[in-house]
């Protein structure tokens, strides 16, 4: 990927905008104005073929379009997108990528498959095996312990910056032992932020294999999916998982940490990583 295929400053997509309100306390109204997040449709595009369209928080562009790219299996490596400009319009933006020729075929022919006889994208039986794909295997001999999964949890909001502005984002966060928290990304969307943490660690070279993932949501699904595909051995959330994530983590080989407070935590799946402290 070209340092210079970014053909827009982030500085000027801005991610937060003050908006003017009205504020009633004890039957009082005063006027002022609120920090809210940006909320813009991203378009991901694939050699000129449009292959989704999301809404996220305008900032860590490149990292969003690299994660996505990765979380999603249509890269392995950074290095496989082999341009990437991000254009604005009045509807929102567009990362436009073009791919290495292998992975082209391979996202060729998945569209293809996609299609179906009508041409609606994503419909019946395969919509549901795109939706509920098998998670990525997960391998790493990595251990925590209780007391650092504390400290790693309660380093995150001070990393929070939009979040404090607005309090209406997620974050997403990854942690090494030794190096405290290595990468935060925050968007309205926490899909988004994960993606952009798996592109923070990509283009950094960074291995999830050897920390642990920081999620200030709940664990669904796909927040599962996608941290497998980063390679990441533990998730360590302040709300709690679905059921389905649970399964989805057993079945990865990922150690699952929920309701992640300051007076402990709960462990759902492979236990044997979290080791006293």
């Given at each position: 990927m070209t340092e210079s295929a970014s053909l827009v400053s982030e500085a000027?997509?801005?991610?937060?905008?003050?908006?003017?309100?009205?504020?009633?306390?004890?039957?009082?109204?005063?006027?002022g104005e609120r920090t809210l997040p940006e909320e813009t449709a991203v378009a991901?595009?694939?050699?000129?073929?449009?292959?989704?369209?999301?809404?996220?928080?305008?900032?860590?562009?490149?990292?969003?379009?690299?994660?996505?790219?990765?979380t999603e299996g249509i890269i392995s490596s950074a290095g496989q997108i082999e341009d990437l400009e991000i254009l604005v319009s009045e509807l929102g933006l567009e990362l436009r990528m073009s791919i290495a020729p292998a992975q082209r075929h391979a996202f060729t022919q998945r569209r293809r498959k996609l299609a179906g006889p009508t041409g609606c994208g994503l419909c019946g039986v395969e919509s549901l095996e795109a939706a509920m794909r098998p998670v990525a295997k997960v391998r790493s001999d990595l251990e925590v312990s209780a007391q650092s999964i504390a400290a790693a949890i309660a380093a995150v909001p001070a990393h929070q910056s939009i979040h404090h502005a607005t309090r209406a984002v997620h974050a997403a966060a990854f942690w090494q032992a030794g190096n405290e928290l290595v990468f935060l990304r925050e968007d309205v969307g926490r899909h988004n932020a994960l993606d952009k943490l798996a592109g923070a660690l990509a283009r950094a070279g960074k291995l999830a294999q050897q920390g642990v993932v920081l999620l200030t949501s709940r664990v669904s699904v796909e927040m599962v999916q996608k941290t497998a595909m980063m390679g990441a051995p533990i998730i360590v959330a302040v709300s709690a998982p679905t059921a389905l994530a649970v399964r989805a983590c057993a079945a990865a080989g990922i150690t699952l940490v929920a309701v992640a407070r300051n007076d402990g935590f709960e462990v759902f799946t492979h236990q044997e990583r979290i080791v006293p402290s």
């Open positions: 000027k997509v801005s991610a937060v905008c003050a908006v003017p309100r009205a504020e009633w306390r004890r039957s009082a109204r005063a006027d991901l595009t694939y050699d000129h073929s449009c292959h989704a369209v999301m809404m996220a928080t305008p900032l860590d562009l490149e990292d969003f379009a690299v994660g996505f790219s990765l």
